[in-house]
Antibody
Framework: QLQLQESGPGLVKPSETLSLTCAVS??????????WGWIRQPPGNGLEWIGS???????YYNPSLKSRVTISVDTSKNQFSLKLSSVTAADTAVYYC????????????WGQGTTVTVSS | DVVMTQSPLSLPVTLGQAASISCRSS???????????LNWFQQRPGQAPRRLIY???NRDSGVPDRFSGSGSGTDFTLKISRVEAEDVGVYYC??????????FGQGTKLEIK
């Protein structure tokens, strides 16, 4: 059974870079056809897709965040990562990693989420 | 960009009664392959979201058959035939037709009266 687990600092200072990792277990991140993505949820608010990476390495980003986002894959560690630069308080959120077995059908497996607070 | 609009935003329901959530898109969600990529997610309190339905009406494995999805074009509905206590949470629609951009609705909070 595929499982995803987010990890990273819970507190990031304004203007710095937020870095999170999603460890994949119960399956290979290199399996063909899968997309691996990040979604966030500000406190008390709805869901926002941040971006996704295809197993081949192609990346897709939300235009609203594209200038600040980098998603990458480390196949040797079976994990993928999110970097969000120049953060502000508006980036405070629960960050989820997720898998899509078919891009247009959305995310069929989710991590439990990790809370990131941006504050000095 | 495609805007997804849900209604109502708050839905008080009596246990055992039916519930219905509407989702409307600002553009057609019919893709060139003939499919419509409208998905529904459930987020129980304190939990991560989980997908309930994909391509308008296809239930994910393990989703009770009291959940059903319908609709076409720009208008979609999620129905729960008999609400149970475990159904409390927030429900989101999400379009995938216009990938590589996903858009979620604002969410509908279902609560028990």
């Amino acid at each position: 059974q595929l499982q995803l687990q987010e990890s990273g600092p819970g507190l990031v200072k304004p203007s710095e870079t937020l870095s999170l990792t999603c460890a994949v277990s119960g399956g290979s991140i290199s399996s063909s056809g899968y997309y691996w993505g990040w979604i966030r949820q500000p406190p008390g608010n709805g869901l926002e897709w941040i971006g996704s990476i295809y197993y081949s390495g192609s990346t897709y980003y939300n235009p609203s965040l594209k200038s600040r986002v980098t998603i990458s894959v480390d196949t040797s560690k079976n994990q993928f990562s999110l970097k969000l630069s120049s953060v502000t308080a508006a980036d405070t959120a629960v960050y989820y990693c997720a898998r899509s077995s078919a891009a247009k059908n959305g995310m069929d497996v989710w991590g439990q989420g990790t809370t990131v607070t941006v504050s000095s | 960009d495609v805007v997804m609009t849900q209604s109502p935003l708050s839905l008080p329901v009596t246990l055992g009664q039916a519930a219905s959530i509407s989702c409307r898109s600002s553009q057609s969600l019919v893709y060139s392959d003939g499919n419509t990529y409208l998905n529904w997610f459930q987020q129980r309190p304190g939990q991560a979201p989980r997908r309930l339905i994909y391509k308008v009406s296809n239930r994910d494995s393990g989703v009770p058959d009291r959940f059903s999805g319908s609709g076409s074009g720009t208008d979609f509905t999620l129905k729960i035939s008999r609400v149970e206590a475990e159904d409390v949470g927030v429900y989101y629609c999400m379009q995938g037709t216009h990938w590589p951009l996903y858009t979620f609705g604002q969410g509908t909070k279902l609560e028990i009266k």
